[in-house]
């Protein structure tokens, strides 16, 4: 690797790979190098990474990029409006398959979240929780932890959807730059 300005990532998940390059650039065809756009699975940060031509990489492919493979010569950090059309449609599905397959870790956002300041607490920054959601969320949990999404669901009444809510405030938090507070997205 020869230039690299990311956060060490060692598991990051193709979202689309470009062979023939970015379509806004100028340069000829043979000069275009070809690319991939992966996101973070830990800290949700989106990343460009520069390829050879014989890299194998592949769309849905888990990558080290802390000590890249053979055929990546450099990652960057990018915004959510630098990834290409496909990478930004593949992103969602990516999100809830993590979501899905790493349940104990997101479940845990329900147990474990705390209070930002006296008025806001963490579980109102997920889109739907208000109030009195939030205070049923924590009188469940004081009951005994959440064991899965199912649990949750099963108990706390009026929380449709708890894996939708959670993958639409890491959307959201790649999507907007002025957010005040973070939950999923470590700022680059």
Do not use: C, W
């Amino acid at each position: 690797m020869s230039e690299s300005d990311a956060t060490p990532v060692e598991d990051a998940i193709v979202l689309d790979y470009l062979p023939h390059g970015r379509a806004d650039d100028d340069r000829p065809g043979y000069q275009k190098p070809p690319i991939a756009f992966v996101l973070d699975s830990e800290h949700f940060t989106l990343h460009e990474l520069t390829l050879t031509d014989d890299s194998g990489v592949k769309i849905g492919d888990r990558l080290d990029i802390t000590s890249p493979p053979e055929g990546v010569e450099r990652v960057h950090a990018i915004d959510y409006e630098d990834l290409s059309s496909g990478a930004r449609s593949e992103l969602e599905y990516v999100i809830e398959d993590l979501i899905e397959e790493e349940e104990d870790r997101f479940v845990s956002i329900y147990n474990d979240a705390q209070p930002i300041t006296l008025r806001l607490h963490q579980l109102n920054l997920l889109p739907g929780i208000g109030k009195k959601l939030r205070n049923t969320i924590l009188d469940e949990r004081k009951r005994r932890p959440f064991e899965d999404f199912e649990d949750l669901d099963d108990r706390v009444t009026g929380l449709h959807d708890p894996q939708g809510v959670l993958a639409d405030r890491i959307l959201e938090e790649l999507r907007e730059d002025e957010l005040k507070y973070r939950l999923f997205v470590r700022e680059q």
